[in-house]
């Protein structure tokens, strides 16, 4: 397994999804200092009642991600005081902190019950309304929602965890938590990152990034610049990889921010520098300095992630024995992490395949074998059904130097002929690769070209579209606009001069009614044809105004409002028109989403529907709409995607770089 996923899992759970997560951070902040003052409080002049209830809470959440052991003991102690009183909201909240402490020493079962105790607790403070505001309760079922949601996302279960991030995600936009929203949108794409599918993981980041910058929250705007670092390096954009890494770092190490983002940051940079750059000396500085930032927190997991990375740099160098020590010390300290614990395994097998130790070798290969088949799921298991073939082809290869070591005097004498064998072969072979080489570039040259007069030729169908919309929407309005207006006007006129019976009248004003309505026919056609939004207040208004003719469905926009290129929007502003009369014509959806999102030098369109869904493969999905669309994306080199099933609905996303 690739180490660039080994801290995905665990730092999810950095981020726990209560309600008010924001302020629990900022709680963080305030309870550090007072946490000894607090204590000495109760050593020397102990309180009673909701005072002494109130400091034990306090302490609880002080000590959370800091001294584990100290949280969950004053957790309980609270616990005691409000159990003989039924103060449920006291009870769900200590509870949740119980739960988040034995996710934190990766004892996931324990970690599950008290967050279901935290539940039946808050589902208790229904029964007392006149006590406990709906707002409350719903603050505490969102905050449990999300950390059951984190710690699914640990364990790989990603179905289970974007259910109840979903959950969780329900009641933010209820009452309309943006900081809550933030995290959500983020903790959800760093499932969809785990799971590989990048575009999404993206779509949630850019939507965490914006309401962050929304709310002024500057903490999860690096956050999210840490989260992005991550996702550059997953596609190996090493450059914006660094780039969103360093400001992370910069914001983290200058702020007082409290927890284990710090050494995960540090991590990070040192995975960018060993994987991106080679450089192995940086990766081993940073590697070194989160471990030792580590030793201030009970956080086992991240210990033997960092551990894993500095044994990565030491296996770069050939420095096998320092590797094996590292890995070893990282099973020791944490084995409960699989994608960290396996790439620990892979670590040793290598190490063990260059000192010539086949017994070890096979045991961790073995251990390796048997933790991914128990544990693996389906987007995981192309990546280690290709690693169980590479260590099987390191065995085999280990084998063959034992047996060339063992043979090695009696092939002596041939030295000199396999030399001059591989002296012409290594010739033949660069003789081929020139001329390979040779023949690519003019392929490409040629395949540049080609994309390049499709490109123009799309652009002007575009461009001659436009002018022909523009020009009929002119004529309709100016030539068969006027004349009908100058119809109804002459009517009116004969009106006067005229004395009609009962049925010509009625007659009349039949036609008159025809003649107002085919005047509105005519605007509706103009103004689809080249509508006068888009030009004069822009793309998000006259997506807005086009969507809000249909019932079923709703829009949202998010990030930068300001214009770009007017052809640019006009091809989006169709498209999303095209998608969405799709969808209602074939569909039978029963609700439509239209997202557009705005981010750096990205725009991005996603209509989304709950209708029969489709085969996008088959041939009745290139119809003339669907052939429109893609000519419109070619046209300005922008990537369409359609996922859709049968029964279940339709997503389409389209991707625009602005220039």
């Known amino acids: 397994m690739n180490m660039k996923n080994n801290i995905i899992i665990f730092l999810v759970a950095l981020w726990f999804l209560p309600c008010r997560a924001l302020a629990q951070y900022k709680d963080y902040r305030t309870y550090f200092p007072e946490l000894d003052s607090l204590e000495q409080v109760l050593a020397t002049n102990p309180p009673e009642g909701k005072e002494l209830r109130d400091i034990y809470f306090q302490l609880t959440k002080g000590y959370q991600g800091i001294n584990t052991q100290k949280s969950m003991e004053y957790a309980r102690k609270h616990i005691s005081l409000s159990i003989p009183l039924n103060l449920w909201k006291n009870l769900a909240n200590s509870y949740n902190v119980l739960g988040n402490n034995f996710v934190d020493i990766s004892q996931y079962d324990s970690a599950m019950v008290y967050y279901g105790n935290a539940l039946d607790a808050t589902e208790r403070m229904n ?6 505001s709906k707002e409350e309760i719903d ?8 950390a059951i949601g984190n710690l699914y996302s640990i364990q790989g279960k990603n179905r289970e965890a974007i259910e109840y991030y979903t959950k969780a995600m329900k009641l933010f936009e209820k009452h309309d938590w943006k900081e809550s929203l933030t995290l959500v949108h983020s903790n959800i794409g760093e499932v969809y990152r785990s799971m590989d599918n990048y575009p999404q993981a993206k779509i949630h980041h850019i939507k965490a990034d914006s309401l962050a910058h929304i709310t002024g929250d500057s903490l999860h705007i690096a956050v999210e610049k840490y989260y992005f670092g991550y996702l550059y390096l997953d596609t190996k954009d090493y450059e914006n990889a660094l780039q969103n890494a360093e400001k992370a770092y910069e914001y983290f190490f200058s702020h007082p921010v409290v927890g ?6 540090l991590s990070l940079l040192s995975q960018i520098y060993l994987e991106g750059y080679g450089d192995d000396l940086r990766a081993e500085e940073y590697a070194r300095q989160a471990l030792v930032l580590l030793d201030k927190y009970n956080n086992p997991r991240a210990k033997a992630v960092s551990l894993s990375i500095l044994s990565s740099v030491y296996l770069k160098r050939g420095q096998w024995r320092n590797a094996e020590q590292a890995a070893l ?6 084995d409960s992490e699989p994608v960290n614990t396996l790439a620990c395994y892979r670590i040793l097998s290598k190490v063990y395949s260059h000192q010539g130790n086949a017994v070890k070798v ?4 073995d251990k390796y074998a048997s933790l991914q088949s128990s544990w693996s799921t389906a987007n995981y298991q192309s990546a280690i059904r290709e690693m169980e073939v590479k260590y099987d082809t390191e065995k085999k290869e280990q084998k063959i130097t034992v047996l060339e070591e063992r043979q090695r005097f009696t092939i002596w004498l041939s030295i000199s002929t396999v030399v001059i064998l591989l002296l012409a072969l290594v010739a033949f072979f660069f003789f081929w690769r020139w001329a390979v080489q040779k023949r690519q570039l003019a392929e490409s040259h040629i395949q540049q070209l080609e994309q390049e007069k499709q490109l123009i030729a799309a652009q002007s169908l575009l461009d001659g579209e436009t002018r022909e919309r523009s020009r009929l929407a002119r004529d309709l309005h100016d030539g068969l606009g006027s004349i009908l207006a100058s119809t109804k006007i002459n009517l009116l006129e004969m009106k006067k001069d005229a004395t009609l019976e009962y049925a010509s009248l009625e007659r009349y004003n039949s036609a008159l009614d025809l003649l107002d309505k085919s005047m509105s026919e005519m605007r509706r056609v103009a103004h689809h044809l080249m509508p006068e939004t888009l030009a004069s207040a822009g793309l998000k208004q006259s997506v807005a105004d086009f969507i809000a003719s249909i019932p079923n469905a709703t829009f949202s926009y998010y990030g930068d409002e300001s214009r770009f290129d007017s052809k640019l929007e006009e091809t989006v502003y169709r498209i ?7 969808a209602l014509k074939h569909s039978g959806a029963e609700q439509i989403l239209v997202d557009i999102v705005r981010y750096d030098n990205h725009v991005t369109l996603a209509v989304q529907d709950d209708g029969c869904g489709f085969d996008p493969d088959a041939a009745s999905s290139n119809g003339m709409g669907m052939n429109n669309i893609r000519t419109r994306v070619n046209a300005f080199n922008g990537n369409l995607t359609i996922v859709s099933k049968q029964g279940v609905g339709t997503e389409a996303n389209v991707e625009f770089v602005l220039n």
């Open 329 to 334: 010390k990282a099973l020791a300290t944490d």
């Open 362 to 365: 096979d045991e961790y290969f």
């Open 260 to 265: 284990d983002v710090k050494p995960n940051t």
């Open 576 to 582: 999303a028109h095209e998608l969405v009369t799709n």
């Open 127 to 132: 029964d007392f309304p006149k006590k406990y």
């Open 139 to 146: 603050d505490n079922f969102s905050k449990n929602y999300g």
